[in-house]
């Protein structure tokens, strides 16, 4: 069974003995018998202050709710949102604090704000002279595979900050690594290694439990689904919020899902086959109507690739329905529009440039950052 960084966290006192400590975590930072990471780290250190990401450190916030601070009731700390006025932490949050931990589980996707809660913080350490310690925790779609383009750092945000694909395939400890080497950070980092873990594991291998890690990441396979259909939030298609399988979804009430399906089981996408389904999502887009819907079935993660099919579906639907898909606008005047952000470029939402062109261009910036990755391996 692996262990993650907060199992070993005795071996590693030291690094935290006569210093404040601050903590960013979220409900997936607990050890492998469940005990919360808040818990343990009150009991074992001067633990002084809470950090919250998007959907607060308890998880009981849909995605894109502003936090306030608030104090946690469980163990009377105050908690500071890093996901409302502050995205970085303020130098008084910091004034509070020697050093400053993170642990929360990733999902192995560019277009996750969790990643730069953590960039944010450890730019937010160098600059206040704070050390910086990572958790680490498996990547739950294996630390070895990598897809996708790499981000044009003309459309960083929120969910894709730094020029990386959408499947980096590192765990967060060595990601974070990256993060300060590659793109200069250079704030006094550790990362607490975890034991049993190698690269080809997925979180099933792992032995650990599932926690989710934000509301619509319900299941241990989530992941591979998140990767696939989130460019559909860019879109007026539902991509499944509001139903017990979000991502695992895509619909919208104009869909001829039935034509749709027939197209990509044509395809020739491997490790993946798709239904017809229909839903009604209790929340977000098309609430309460009836969607034709295509549900995505991974038959073999190890062949499957997300990016490829989420894009190969795009392409589908709009050649099915090129009047009726549309791209949701940007959300700040000046601003470029959503799927840009997750895609990290215009081509997909514009169109003008063929499928087999943008797979090509993906598979170049695979190779690329394949080789830049490998210098931060933690874990053979």
């Not at 739950?140 to 897809?147: I, S």
């Not at 291998?205 to 460019?231: A, H, K, Q, R």
């Not at 950052?369 to 490998?374: P, S, V």
């Amino acid at each position: 069974m692996v262990k993650t960084g907060i199992d070993l966290i005795d071996e590693n006192l030291s690094l935290f003995k006569n210093k404040r400590v601050g903590l960013v975590t979220n409900p997936t930072g607990v050890n492998s018998n469940l005990e919360s990471t808040v818990d343990v780290m009150k009991r074992k250190t001067n633990l002084v202050a809470l950090f919250a990401p998007e959907h607060g450190v308890r998880g009981d916030l849909q995605a894109g709710v502003h936090l306030d601070t608030y104090v946690d009731k469980a163990t009377d700390i105050t908690v500071y949102s890093l996901y409302g006025k502050h995205r970085h932490p303020s130098k008084e949050m910091m004034d509070l604090i020697d050093i400053m931990v993170f642990d929360i589980q990733g999902v192995g996707a560019r277009f996750y704000t969790y990643l730069y809660t953590m960039a944010y913080v450890m730019i937010a350490c160098k600059e206040n002279g704070k050390k910086m310690v990572v958790l680490d925790r498996p990547n739950p779609v294996n630390a070895d595979m990598v897809e996708g383009d790499i981000l044009d750092i003309n459309y960083r945000s929120f969910v894709g900050y730094y020029p990386i694909p959408q499947r980096f395939g590192l765990t967060v400890g060595e990601l974070a690594k990256l993060f300060n080497e590659e793109f200069g950070i250079k704030c006094d980092l550790t990362v607490i290694k975890m034991s049993g873990y190698e690269r080809k594991m997925d979180y099933r291998d792992s032995g650990l439990i599932w926690i989710m890690p934000s509301p619509n990441i319900p299941y241990v396979e989530t992941p591979y689904y998140f990767l696939t259909t989130c460019y559909f939030e860019g879109t007026n298609l539902s991509e499944g919020r509001g139903t017990a399988k979000p991502f695992h979804l895509v619909g919208s009430p104009y869909l001829d899902n039935v034509k749709v399906v027939k197209i990509l089981n044509e395809s020739g996408l491997e490790g993946v086959v798709f239904r017809t389904a229909y839903f009604t999502p209790n929340f977000s887009k098309h609430q309460g109507v009836l969607c034709n819907g295509i549900e995505v079935i991974i038959t073999d993660k190890n062949i499957f690739k997300p990016v490829k099919t989420g894009y190969t579906m795009m392409d589908v639907i709009r050649k099915v329905h090129p009047k009726e898909l549309e791209f949701i606008p940007p959300y700040t005047e000046g601003g470029h529009p959503f799927l840009d952000l997750l895609t990290g470029n215009k081509t997909l939402r514009e169109g003008k440039v063929s499928l087999e062109n943008m797979l090509k261009k993906m598979e170049e910036d695979t190779e690329k950052f394949m080789k830049i990755k490998r210098r931060y391996h933690l874990y053979d």
